[in-house]
C-alpha cells in the first residue's frame, strides 16, 4: 500500500540507523522522514540528504532545537549557539523546518521562561531564514511545563508567534499534547489563519501510560480523539503530511520492523476511511 501522505519520525524507530530508517521507510511507500539530530550524529549530512533524495522520500523537519531558557546570560547564550548549529544542519540535510521544544528552566516562572523563549527565537529567526529554515513552536503538554517547555498549549504557542510576529516562525501540532484542549478547533483554525499551522504529529494518548515522556500509543490505544482533530486540521486547510512520532521503550525492545508495520495497521485503519 502507499504511505505518500505519510511520515515517520526516526526517533520512532530510534533502534535503527538513519540508513536503515530510509530503506525501511521508503520500502513500505513513505512519503517523508523527520530526522532526530541524535540518529544522524557523527553522520555525513549531505550524503544523508543524497541518500533522502534517491530514495525518495521527502524530508519534513529537523527535530530538534529551542531548550532556549536558563539562570544565567552564558546558558542562554550558549543555548543560540546550539540552535544556531541544529539550523546549519538543518540546512545540510535539506529539511525546511526546525522543531523547537522551547525549554523551562526549574526555579523560574513560568512568565520568564516564556520571555526568555520569545526572546531566545526572536535572536535566531532572522539567520534561520537567512538558511532557509523555518522555526516550528511545538506546544508541549503542561506536564512537562515545570522543566520542558513553557509553551504548554496551542493557544501560548499562538500567542507567542502573534507576539513575535516574524514570518520564518510556525508552529507544529502534537496530538499527544494538545488532544485535550476545550478550545483546540478554534486555536487549529487560529493557528491555521496566522500562518502558523505547519506540520501534524499524531501518536496517541494512553490514560494508563506507565512513563510520561516514553509511553506512547500507537493510534487507538488511547483516549485521543484523533479523527476529530483530523477533522480540525482539515477544516483549517492543513493539506500537510501526518507524522508518526511515538516514544516508546516497550516497543524499542521489540522489532522495529513489526513496531511499523503495527503503526502502519493502525493508520489504514483510523485514516484511510476519511
Same mark, same amino acid.
Given at each position: 500500500?502507499?504511505?505518500?501522505?505519510?511520515? *515517520?519520525?526516526?526517533?520512532?524507530?530510534?533502534?535503527?540507523? *538513519?540508513?536503515?530508517?530510509?530503506?525501511?521507510?521508503?520500502?513500505?511507500?513513505?512519503?517523508?522522514?523527520?530526522?532526530?539530530?541524535?540518529?544522524?550524529?557523527?553522520?555525513?549530512?549531505?550524503?544523508?540528504?543524497?541518500?533522502?533524495?534517491?530514495?525518495?522520500?521527502?524530508?519534513?523537519?529537523?527535530?530538534?532545537?529551542?531548550?532556549?531558557?536558563?539562570?544565567?546570560?552564558?546558558?542562554?547564550?550558549?543555548?543560540?549557539?546550539?540552535?544556531?548549529?541544529?539550523?546549519?544542519?538543518?540546512?545540510?540535510?535539506?529539511?525546511?523546518?526546525?522543531?523547537?521544544?522551547?525549554?523551562?528552566?526549574?526555579?523560574?516562572?513560568?512568565?520568564?521562561?516564556?520571555?526568555? =523563549?520569545?526572546?531566545? =527565537?526572536?535572536?535566531?529567526?532572522?539567520?534561520?531564514?537567512?538558511?532557509?529554515?523555518?522555526?516550528?513552536?511545538?506546544?508541549?503538554?503542561?506536564?512537562?511545563?515545570?522543566?520542558?517547555?513553557?509553551?504548554?498549549?496551542?493557544?501560548?504557542?499562538?500567542?507567542?508567534?502573534?507576539?513575535?510576529?516574524?514570518?520564518?516562525?510556525? *508552529?507544529?501540532l502534537d496530538v499527544y499534547h494538545v488532544w485535550w484542549e476545550l478550545d483546540l478547533a478554534e486555536q487549529i483554525q487560529r493557528c491555521a489563519d496566522g500562518g502558523w499551522l505547519d506540520t501534524y504529529h499524531i501518536c496517541d494518548f494512553k490514560p494508563d501510560q506507565s512513563h510520561l515522556l516514553l509511553d506512547r500509543g500507537i493510534m487507538g490505544e488511547g483516549c485521543a480523539d484523533l479523527v476529530g482533530i483530523d477533522d480540525m486540521m482539515t477544516a483549517?486547510?492543513?493539506?500537510?503530511?501526518?507524522?508518526?512520532? *511515538?516514544?516508546?521503550?516497550?516497543?524499542?525492545?521489540?522489532?522495529?520492523?513489526?513496531?511499523?508495520?503495527? =503503526?502502519?495497521?493502525?493508520?489504514?485503519?483510523?485514516?484511510?476511511?476519511?
Open positions: 500500500m502507499n504511505y505518500s501522505d505519510l511520515a *515517520i519520525h526516526t526517533f520512532t524507530t530510534k533502534p535503527w540507523s *538513519i540508513d536503515q530508517c530510509i530503506e525501511e521507510y521508503a520500502r513500505r511507500g513513505i512519503g517523508g522522514i523527520s530526522i532526530w539530530r541524535e540518529t544522524v550524529e557523527g553522520e555525513d549530512l549531505c550524503l544523508v540528504s543524497r541518500k533522502l533524495r534517491d530514495a525518495g522520500l521527502e524530508g519534513v523537519s529537523l527535530v530538534r532545537g529551542g531548550f532556549f531558557t536558563g539562570k544565567t546570560e552564558k546558558e542562554r547564550r550558549d543555548a543560540l549557539e546550539e540552535n544556531r548549529q541544529a539550523i546549519r544542519e538543518a540546512e545540510l540535510l535539506e529539511l525546511p523546518s526546525l522543531v523547537l521544544v522551547c525549554g523551562a528552566t526549574v526555579g523560574q516562572s513560568p512568565r520568564e521562561n516564556y520571555e526568555q =523563549i520569545r526572546d531566545g =527565537i526572536g535572536a535566531i529567526a532572522d539567520d534561520a531564514a537567512n538558511h532557509g529554515v523555518r522555526l516550528l513552536v511545538e506546544p508541549l503538554h503542561p506536564v512537562y511545563a515545570g522543566d520542558r517547555s513553557a509553551i504548554s498549549s496551542l493557544k501560548v504557542a499562538n500567542d507567542l508567534c502573534e507576539e513575535l510576529n516574524h514570518n520564518n516562525i510556525g *508552529i507544529a483549517a486547510g492543513f493539506e500537510g503530511r501526518r507524522e508518526v512520532e *511515538i516514544f516508546s521503550s516497550k516497543w524499542w525492545e521489540r522489532d522495529q520492523g513489526e513496531f511499523l508495520d503495527e =503503526i502502519l495497521y493502525a493508520y489504514d485503519k483510523i485514516y484511510r476511511s476519511l
